[in-house]
């Protein structure tokens, strides 16, 4: 929000508002992630009671019986009440023959996300299988460990500047070359700066068989295709 309102109504520092936003957000992230992982379970039941989640539930089956919906959309995640509404959901009878689940967030993290029974058969949104294997390999044989999830932001902010000096853009910093519509590879795929100070990402589709991650349709090499 803060990198929005400052590229408002100024196209050229929509780009700088982007990195504002970056690094902001990233800021917040790194905060985030130190808290729950220094007290995960504290964290956890301050967003997610599992009383809420209970009575969730049978609104939820009403909500779907009375509309005729044949799809759910799961907009929460592995650390916080995903877990609990892939055990109650089908126990009360929405079941993903009949209800295809749909997720926001990454179902395969962490692994034994991958056993829940609501999550079999269900599609989620998932990073460029191809480019962050790439990155993670070259990060290990650098460092001898796995990277951090928020290295990548490091590395994609990087990466779009380097391109751009690389390509002999004298105008690397600006806006106008930073919000480029071709984008940029970063380390979980393709991505591209918004005027707006947003930034979208090519994503693949994904689904869980018999507790194992099967890409459905892999991520965009690129943002020339249809939709872009």
């Known amino acids: 929000l803060h990198g929005q309102a400052l590229g408002r109504g100024d196209p050229e520092g929509a780009g700088l508002a982007g990195w504002t936003a970056l690094l902001v957000g ?3 992230m790194s905060c985030g992630a130190l808290a729950f992982w220094l007290f995960p379970e504290t964290i956890v039941r301050a ?3 599992e009383e809420s989640v209970v009575a969730a539930v049978p609104r939820v089956k009403a909500a779907i019986e009375g509309s005729g919906a044949n799809a759910l959309f799961l907009t929460t995640s592995s650390a916080s009440a995903l877990p609990l509404f892939a055990e109650l959901l089908p126990e009360a009878g929405i079941q993903s023959a009949t209800t ?6 990454r179902w395969d993290i962490p692994q034994q996300t991958l056993a829940l029974p609501g999550v079999q058969g269900g599609w989620f949104a998932l990073p460029d299988t191809t480019a962050t294997g790439a990155f993670s390999n070259r990060y ?3 460092y001898g460990s796995e990277p951090h ?3 990548g932001l490091a590395f994609d902010g990087i990466a779009a500047i380097g391109s751009l000096v690389k390509g002999g853009k004298s105008n690397a910093l600006t806006g106008a070359a ?3 519509g071709a984008g940029f590879q970063g380390a979980s795929g393709i991505f591209r700066l918004r005027r707006d100070g947003t930034n979208e990402r090519a994503l693949s589709v994904a689904t869980i068989r018999n507790s194992r991650v099967v890409v459905l349709d892999p991520a965009p090499r690129g943002f020339g295709g249809a939709g872009f």
């Not at 295809?100 to 967030?105: D, K, S, V």
């Open 26 to 28: 990233g800021g917040f």
């Open 47 to 49: 967003f997610t009671s």
């Open 100 to 105: 295809q689940y749909l997720g926001l967030t």
């Open 140 to 142: 290990k044989a650098a």
């Open 149 to 151: 999830p928020l290295a």
């Open 178 to 180: 930073l919000t480029q």
